[in-house]
């Protein structure tokens, strides 16, 4: 594939690069406000958007995130013991 590729590959459509797009910058900004924010915050915030950027209902895509931003603050901080920021003057 790499030495003679497929000519009749077609390449994806646009929209599909401004899916990508937006969820480098959805990730870039969750690095940015982890600290500030705190980890679940941030965490919801991200997983929501590229969950309702998936297809998902904007309230069960961002109640998801919350979720899963709990779930793994805990597991983190108290199963394994590396704290995560918690954010909002902690």
């Known amino acids: 594939m790499i030495v ?30 982890l600290e500030p924010l705190g980890f679940i915050l941030a965490t919801m915030l991200a997983v929501g958007t590229l969950c309702w950027r998936m297809g998902a209902k904007p309230l069960k895509a961002y109640l998801t995130g919350l979720i899963s931003g709990a779930v793994v603050f805990v597991l983190f901080t108290y199963g394994l013991e ?6 909002l003057r902690s």
Not at 82 to 87: A, F, T, Y
């Open 82 to 87: 590396l704290p995560l920021p918690l954010g």
């Open 4 to 33: 003679k590729p497929d000519p009749d590959n077609h390449w994806p459509a646009l929209r599909t690069f401004a899916e990508l797009g937006i969820a480098v910058v959805v990730l870039v900004f969750y690095a940015l406000l």
